[in-house]
């Protein structure tokens, strides 16, 4: 099969390999093509602007996997729903993709057969420590996650009837190579434990990689949306003690009652994920964070 990386940054990146490595012929649209491994043929694309590259014939399926360049309103927007809107253009506009075809058959003339969307947990806001599945109704409190769900509806809406599957992964917080501002925390002693229980929900890079390579070829009927989290929505301060007991340094010391906090308080559950036949390589953080610190992996440019 021919799969479009449409953004191609970390992740992307080690999906693509991922696919690549399976024998299938991956494309990358970013910026800066000349980045990326040879296993990925490289395409300059900008996915926040409407004049994106053909997209090619006999492509299978597609990643949107973007990321914003700020912390800002704007920049999500740009990179998540005006994105996300210009690829589905560029698919309808090279597939054929109109609902209004289908009783002629129209709809069915292109290959493609499945998107998916890299969304993310913040579409469910805080649920005080309670857990969340994917049958929980999203309640964001944040822009950002109120932008992503706003890129998830309209997934839903412009591939309806026309015979594509959507299909959306919720990723926690991704660690990994390069990523590893908890650790460099710890290690600088600016890392506070919360003075109460937060549960945080995170996945190993490689892992969301992977959960991408499955959804999008080892399912052969997925879901609309599922959890991309490990196996352990572990407490921030259990973490953090963790990751001083390895590094051999103090543990760390707790904040102030009422001190504000970053990221919902919620327990992710994978259970829909690992139902389909999906194995983690690093299913706790224990696992993850031990083989970065024994530096294993490198983190795409």
Not at 54 to 66: H, L
Not at 167 to 194: E, F, K, M, N
Not at 255 to 280: D, H, M, Q, Y
């Amino acid at each position: 099969m021919t799969v479009l990386m449409a953004g191609c940054g970390d992740l992307g990146t080690e999906a693509g390999l991922r696919f690549a490595a399976a024998g299938h012929r991956v494309v990358g649209w970013r910026r800066s093509p000349g980045k990326l491994p040879a296993a990925i043929e490289g395409v300059a694309a900008d996915l926040a602007t409407a004049a994106l590259p053909p997209i090619p014939a006999d492509t299978t399926a597609v990643v949107v996997a973007v990321a914003a360049d700020s912390a800002t309103e704007d920049a999500y927007r740009a990179a998540y729903v005006d994105g996300l809107a210009n690829v589905l253009d560029a698919l309808e506009r090279a597939a054929n993709l109109d609902p209004a075809r289908e009783h002629d058959g129209g709809a069915s003339r292109s290959p493609l057969r499945r998107v998916l969307f890299v969304s993310s947990t913040a579409v469910y806001g805080d649920a005080d420590g309670g857990w969340v599945d994917e049958s929980t109704t999203p309640a964001p409190d944040g822009f950002s996650g109120r932008i992503i769900r706003e890129a998830e509806e309209l997934l839903y809406s412009r591939l309806l009837g026309t015979g594509v599957t959507p299909v959306v992964l919720r990723l926690g917080g991704i660690y990994g190579p390069g990523r590893t501002r908890l650790i460099d925390q710890v290690r600088s002693g600016t890392a506070l434990t919360p003075a109460e229980p937060r549960y945080t929900n995170r996945i190993h890079r490689d892992d969301a990689a992977a959960a991408i390579v499955h959804l999008c070829t080892r399912t052969a009927d997925p879901g609309p949306v599922y959890l991309g989290v490990d196996n352990d929505p572990a407490e921030l301060g259990e973490v953090q003690r963790f990751l001083a007991a390895e590094l051999g340094l103090p543990q760390p010391a707790s904040a102030s009652p009422g001190e504000p906090s970053r990221g919902g308080n919620k327990r992710c559950s994978n259970a829909l994920l690992r139902s389909t036949g999906f194995e983690f390589a690093y299913p706790t953080f224990r696992e993850g964070y031990r083989a970065i610190l024994a530096g294993y992996g490198v983190r795409h440019p």
